[in-house]
């Protein structure tokens, strides 16, 4: 065989530590808020939500961070993951760019979020919380969760959002083979919930209510503690691991990026493949980093850096970052995992700081780059990932118009596997891009622009 | 880490050449017979349904074949495929046995079956095939070859079982993104389909009556070529691959398998890990191969060897092989893989010479063992790859029990992500086993003792 179509590293060149992105980003974030007293939040505010020793993963400026021999055991299952040079692909849409992508599809739940779900499962072990909760949409967070907390023996209780229990059973129906606890929120079990079905017994739930319910559950019991599957700074330290392995896959490979993209929802994928470049970036290489999101939910494209609520039920501390408003609902869009409002403190900051560029594609444009993908590779994405594969085709066309060399680096932060009524309606025909209207904008903006300014 | 716990081989290090069973076998397999005139079929009896080249590999007893480098390098864009050790899942069991698995889960398709669909369409496309037809039942076939003709370029037409065409949407949906045109059959297209419509319009079909219209469609057509997914020499050969990547993931271990198992519906992911180590045998070495049926198709363990139709619509030539009789039905198992009357002619050979081992197990036992699995190792196995599993518990305990060291491989033919309906089913205990009387294994062995004789 003359043409390599994969890089794959042995178990023995896994990265042993994980970057801290943090570390060399020419402005720090702000400090999150407290919510009541809008001072800066301190370690011990989280206490109840995390164990201590995430707390100081979250507010490290350390530029490495060993992973953990166990964890390392773990990853040894599916990572590293492999580069693959989408060669088929090159040849169908006719350019003369190279395109590389990671395919982070090979873990046990299908997606990059066992990264950071087996790190922070392990760190809730060695501090000895007995049970976890989060909250769970379309179902990926939740099911990479249920893997971990079965490997260490932790129980987990998701709080899934109803609509997606009742529509998406087979994602429920993993979290069950792995063990979890899945209940459709709002339930009858927690202040939150039992508020919300008090006004309307027949609520579908949204994702607000569930990390409302979560939380609580894990606030208001001493053994239990809560995890979050993006966002945060120690979610993204995790993910890192993509962008450390793509580097020396690109070394065997004698080549390397001119753009580095990635799908942008909560921004922990785009932040693990990009971070790792970033740190290039700041000593010099010329890369471009790109994260791309949906039009239907344009965090970084059309919201503001300001201050604002991690969640809907504005419960959380106040995080300074680009956001839409915490009350702001998108379509709903098949890309479930790109429909969170706001966005990493550190991809905000990046943004601003304009090391990153941000696009924003609609969903129809994006399924049709998916199949074509499909088509050509064999891999049928996830509909988040479809996000990613668009920008890359708009980079590799702009190279054919320009006729230039150009190498794409995107991550395929998961299958579609579990998607499939999505691309059932694309076939279909019934999908549709709802426009969405300067004023919905504007209206979500006017509610958030009271709270403090990140100017 | 001190624990390995995969074995990959590069790229470079993958087989060049398939390996025929055939070449080895103490007694060869008798010839299939012209369904017409009772005499064994000649090379041009089945020229009507595959291209000359495919006959020639279909009655070749050279050891070695070339595979060649256009599918060589299709092939690398999985392979070589990870032998895994299933370190948790022993600790799980107790067991003091050592448990290997070669994990065809990560085929585009999902499964083994695109090892031979992508020679299949290559060798159709050399000669000149312009349009292909095949049938599909639960649609791994289906699937598996929609990738590959999307790859050659050449349409693709499948035939598929109209109960499942309904009840398992995905799959359509996935043959449908590699572009293929999948009929619910029967069809009003056909003389076969149209046949079945004439007495039942509602006619759900049957896998007998898809095959019927499928290889009706190829015979007709001069441009048109059939193709089956397993049961045949040439597919089985295709397959030997992984055997013989195991071979090679072994001598990384440093360690050899007492015990091959692979789970059994038509032979061909069965043959195709355990025909290199039958090679191994033959020269003296000690392995025991074992095959693994369901209960409820139990062809090697309840069947007669004899001649049979291959199709239940009795219109294929007639194969000397264990059967259960052409129009037995089974019950509508999960694994629907495994619903196949018949048996390859080399598996069933190698049966009756006793160089193979073959057991039957229940549904449920077996997704029982494959939620351990799961939540062991974090992979969700596909229903017939479960009862691949079982036996390897069963010989782990065993282990257990004898206080012994024991070295066991089998095959995980494919992953569960398109079967959660039947983990869903599994888990809310609504799935059942179907005892099946002796009177109906002699009801439909009666229908065939008067086809000629193997004996």
Redesign the interface.
Known sequence: ?T????Y?L???DMPRQWYNIAADMPNPCMPPLHPGTGQPASPQDFAPLFPMNIIEQEVSTKRWIDIP?PV??IY???RPSPL?RAR?FEQTLGTPAKIYFKFEG?????SHKTNSSVAQVYYNKLAGTKRITTETGAGQWGSALS?AC??FGIPLKVYMVKVSYEQK??RK??M????AEVVPSPTDTTNAGRAILAQDPNSLGSLGIAIAEAVEDAVLREDTKYTLGSVLNHVLLHQTIIGLEAQKQFKLAGDYPDVVIGCCGGGSNFGGIAGPFLMDKVNGKEVRLVGVESAACPTLTKGHFHYDFGDSAATTPLMPMYTLGHDFTPSGIHAGGLRYHGMSPIISQLKKDNLIEAYAYNQIECFTDA?AF??A????PAPEASHAIRHAVVEALRAKEEGKEKVILFNLSG?G??D??A??NY?AGTIEDVPLPQSSLDAAWEKIKGLPSAA
Not at 3 to 6: G, L, Y
Not at 176 to 179: D, E, T
Not at 377 to 380: H, L, R, T
């Open positions: 065989m043409d390599t179509v994969k794959q042995n178990e023995s021999e390392l055991q040894a299952q599916w693959c088929r090979v873990s046990p739940a299908g893997y079965n490997i059973p087979y129906n993993i069950q083979v792995y063990g199949v499909a088509r590779e064999g891999i049928i299958h596997h579990f499939m009524s691309y059932e076939l």
